[in-house]
């Protein structure tokens, strides 16, 4: 359903299911798919891509040039995934030369006021609270929670399944399956509530829970650390996860609070 209040480019390819309320602006170069619903005053600018049965609510602004002074018109994309909630005044820029797109993924929720700078990568099953803003090409892994008025500098790495408390400063890569907490952001465990609510076993939380004792408690440096738990620590999944993201790391991992 379309409402003749609306302005949508004849260029956007909009599936014929999607609910489009008035006020709403559609620009060219835009796809949006089956089961989408557009509320009022929601802006899609070019090179947005929305999939499938997302809410987009009032205010939002998706797909609008980066806030970036190195952009200089090239064609780039902003890419929402399917099943995705993105709530009032939420703006999403689309991306730069330096990775060409900004990519949300599936099943996530992005809460109002938030801001997800150009080049963003978030992965899936990500919650985002209230007024976050996330600056230019930051990654984000699945199943991550940003707590509200987290402000995530440029170019940081988020793991999969962290739980960042809200307010956080953010200026250093936080490995998978931690908290996030304190000012200076430090590690304060696991996120073992978090871990459970997703099926991880006792073992695989108890196996994750031994891998940060030597990261963060036993008096290691961090490549001392990872060549123990190499050599010590039985290989699973999630200790080869943990290994690969902090020996990947550029901006360096955030400290223990010790």
Same mark, same amino acid.
């Given at each position: 359903?379309?409402? %003749? ?15 489009? +309320?008035?006020?709403?602006?559609? @620009? ?37 040039? %980066?806030? +970036?002074?190195?952009?200089?018109? @090239? ?5 929402? !995934?399917?099943? &995705?909630?993105? /709530?009032?005044?939420? &703006?999403?820029?689309?991306? &730069? *030369? ?20 150009? +080049?963003?990568?978030?992965? +899936?099953?990500?919650?985002?609270? #209230?007024?976050?803003?996330? *600056? ?11 707590g509200g008025g987290a402000l ?6 988020? !793991? ?14 936080? %490995? ?5 907490? /304190? ?14 609510? $997703? ?6 939380i108890r196996d994750i829970q031994?891998?940060? /004792? ?13 060549? $123990?738990?190499?050599? @010590?620590?039985?290989? &699973? #999944? @999630? ?7 902090? /020996? ?11």
């Amino acid at each position: 359903m379309k409402q %003749p209040l609306a302005y949508i480019n004849p260029d956007a390819k909009i599936a014929p299911s999607v609910v489009i +309320d008035p006020f709403v602006t559609i @620009e060219k170069n835009v796809v949006i798919g089956e089961g989408t619903r557009i509320a009022s005053n929601v802006t899609i600018m070019e090179g947005s891509r929305i999939g499938k049965n997302c809410t987009i609510f009032p205010g939002a602004v998706i797909g609008a040039i %980066p806030q +970036d002074l190195k952009f200089k018109g @090239e064609d780039t994309l902003a890419i929402i !995934g399917d099943n &995705t909630t993105i /709530r009032e005044c939420v &703006t999403i820029n689309r991306g &730069t *030369a330096a990775k060409g797109k900004t990519v949300v993924g599936n099943n996530c929720l992005i809460m109002a006021y938030s801001h997800i700078a150009h +080049d963003c990568l978030l992965g +899936d099953n990500i919650i985002i609270a #209230n007024a976050s803003q996330i *600056a230019g090409e930051v990654q984000i892994d699945n199943y991550a929670i940003i707590g509200g008025g987290a402000l995530i500098h440029q170019f940081c790495h988020i !793991g999969a399944h962290v739980m960042l408390q809200g307010g956080a400063l953010v200026n250093k890569d936080i %490995p998978p399956y931690v908290k996030g907490a /304190r000012e200076p952001i430090a590690y304060a465990g696991i996120n073992s509530v978090g871990l459970r609510r $997703r099926n991880f076993t006792n073992e695989q939380i108890r196996d994750i829970q031994e891998i940060y /004792r030597y990261l963060y408690l036993s008096g290691y440096n961090n490549s001392d650390a990872i060549e $123990r738990i190499e050599a @010590e620590l039985p290989a &699973t #999944n @999630e200790r080869d996860e943990i290994i690969m993201f902090v /020996r990947n790391s550029k901006r360096g991992i955030i400290k223990g609070y010790l």
